[in-house]
């Protein structure tokens, strides 16, 4: 039986993860911005707690009422997050500032008030909900993978950090999954049209509204690949999340690999000689 802190357990990923973790007995705290969440409890133990994530100043207090409401908190994650489309060129700064104090600075923020409490327990595992946008991105959110980039970044270094105190740290990023994400009380447009991003921007936006609703990831069966890696006795660093995950990080990983060979004299003609 484990303990968990999630943020974002209102709906999507994180409401299934809530549920998965609750329906098999554990205890988690989960944190909503209104409401009570659509959750059973039963045979776990739920705790809720109100967060928003833009609130900088309440989230260390709301961190550690959930480590002395549950006692010690086996696994925290990082999940409460959104989505903005547009070009790079017409973001503005507040679209910016807000995207990244949600998809990156407050989970930064969770994760420093949660480590003093991980150190004294000698162990937990930080799960960080990223996106394959964060490895693999497309054109047309930008932003949001910068943001994803950057919380997959900490989690790579933050995984070496933490590992000798015993703290496990796992990067998850989804492809596309059948939740809110895509629906407009999720997902951010850029306010500015950029017209000469038709061919780039504008068609991938068109991709998104045609796959809201008919994403191929079940959020239950993403739920189930989370309670097996926090399960793991060796977790893995970095999990994607369905087969179109799979085939971006593929194809990616395959284009730098080739990209890298073929300019390889030349990244090699730089040392000293
Ligand atoms: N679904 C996908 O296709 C997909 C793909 C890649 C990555 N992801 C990532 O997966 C995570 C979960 O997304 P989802 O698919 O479950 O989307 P969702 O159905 O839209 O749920 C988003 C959750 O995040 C919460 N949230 C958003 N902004 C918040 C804020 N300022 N403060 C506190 N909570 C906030 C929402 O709470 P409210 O109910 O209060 O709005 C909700 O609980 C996100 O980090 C997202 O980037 C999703």
Redesign the pocket.
Known sequence: MKTWFI?????????ALAQAALARGDTVVG????GAPDLVAGPGVLHVLT????DAQSLPSVVDQAFALAGTIDVVVN?????LLGAIETATDDEVARLFE??FFAPFRLIRTALPHLRTQGRGHIVN?????GRAPGAGSGLYAAA?FALEGLSASLAQEVAPIGVHVTAV?????R?????S??IRKSEAAAGDYDASVGKAAQAFDGMAGR?L?D?ARAAEAILAIVDAKAPPRQLLLGSDALRRAREKLDAQIAEMDAWEAATLATDHA
């Open positions: 943020t974002g357990v209102s709906r999507g990923l994180g409401l944190t909503v911005r209104a967060l928003d994530m833009t999940n409460a997050g959104y989505g949600v998809d909900v990223t996106s394959i946008a994803k990023a989804p492809g596309a999954f939740t809110d994400f895509l629906s009380h999720s994403q990831g959020p």
